[in-house]
């Protein structure tokens, strides 16, 4: 981190504001221009304010040069993390894929899809029980019903399961869910971040509707930074001028988080797009950038869901883009997680 100071300013307001980087441990270069000085500070930086640093009326300017985020930073954790779930290892070139529908709407249609995805080659098995809708008047999911039935289809199949927390009120409810997911809208939910961060589960963090990589990394940094590493990032496409597709996949992010994080990422083409018949394409496109799976809205009749059928995939669809999954991670010289 630099900080430029202003002109003519007292020796004595110097030496103040350096005592308070060195109480963090933090040492300075100095170097001093005809009209400006220029304190580098070395040392971890992740938890020096901005802004606080700004508001000093010697500073004119502050700028990092190191990412804020340190847990998550690839430059203090070369290797690749890999999350071990229910018998997979999700990440360190392992390729996994989540599927099933956007909620869970009956245990009868819960069983039946995780059959169905799992007689595909689907490793994880996904459905809503509390569900985030932006109208009050739209089903908002069976909740803790809908957890039970996942958990029956889990008996039924052997499928781990992965299903979204909404509140961290509910966490011991989810005790016997092997992958929470915090959706795009709870990204920035902090106290639910700060919660999962005291528990060791499998996190699924989607990545907020209109979240830079740097934020998104920095709600991630929370959940280890409580303390718990198992932290899966998940892209599903932001909002942008563009309205053909529900959202804009941003595939770039996938390659740029996996070159500055160690964590596992997996891509969502059914959000990222809201087109099942792009949902193909897409997955073959984030398996060539690097992604470690994807998660995929596949609903026993789409026509007929209570959430996002429009874009869910029917068991036919489903399995003919898990043929060409398979056939895509082999060529990539990877393997089904
Ligand atoms: C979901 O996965 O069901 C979901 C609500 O996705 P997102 O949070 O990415 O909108
Ligand atoms: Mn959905």
């Not at 016997?176 to 589960?201: P, T, W, Y």
């Not at 990589?213 to 001028?241: D, H, K, Q």
């Not at 883009?321 to 991670?329: D, E, F, G, H, L």
């Amino acid at each position: 981190m630099i900080v430029i100071l202003k002109e003519n300013v007292s020796k004595q307001k110097v030496d103040s504001l350096a005592k308070s980087f060195e109480q963090m441990g933090l040492t300075i270069h100095y170097s001093e221009g005809t009209h400006t000085t220029i304190m580098g500070l070395v040392g971890d930086t992740s938890q020096v304010d901005m802004d606080a640093v700004c508001a000093n009326d010697i500073v004119a300017a502050v700028k990092r040069i190191s990412e804020p985020y340190k847990a998550v930073n690839r430059r203090f954790h070369p290797q690749d993390t890999h999350i071990p779930v229910g018998g997979h290892n999700i990440g360190e070139g392992n390729f996994c894929v989540i599927a099933g529908p956007c909620s869970v709407e009956s245990e009868e249609q819960i069983i039946c899809v995780a059959e169905e995805i799992k007689k595909s080659g689907a490793q994880l098995l996904r459905g809503g029980a509390f569900k985030p809708r932006t109208s009050p008047y739209s089903f908002q999911g069976l909740e803790a019903n809908g957890l039970r039935f996942l958990l029956e289809a889990k008996a039924a199949t052997g499928l781990p399961i992965v299903t979204e927390i909404m509140s961290e009120m509910h966490i011991d409810l989810f005790a016997d869910v092997d992958v929470i997911q915090v959706g795009a809208r709870n990204m920035q939910n902090f106290q639910l971040l700060k919660e999962l961060g005291h528990s060791k589960k499998p996190v699924l963090l989607k990545r907020g509707l209109s979240s830079t990589v740097e934020e998104f990394l920095m709600s991630a940094e929370y959940i280890l930074a409580g303390g718990n590493p198992n932290v899966i990032l998940c892209e599903r496409g932001i909002r942008t001028f563009e309205t053909a597709i529900r959202n804009t996949p941003d595939l770039t992010a996938i390659a740029l988080i996996k070159h500055n994080s160690h964590l596992p990422v997996i891509f969502d083409p059914s959000h990222a797009t809201g087109v099942p018949w792009l949902v193909e394409p897409l997955s073959r496109a984030a398996i060539a950038i690097g992604a470690d799976g994807v998660m995929i809205e596949v609903h026993n009749n789409p026509a007929c869901a209570l959430c996002d059928g429009a874009q869910s995939l029917n068991f036919d669809q489903f399995s003919s883009t898990m043929a060409s999954i398979k056939k895509r991670v082999a060529a990539e010289g990877k393997r089904m997680a």
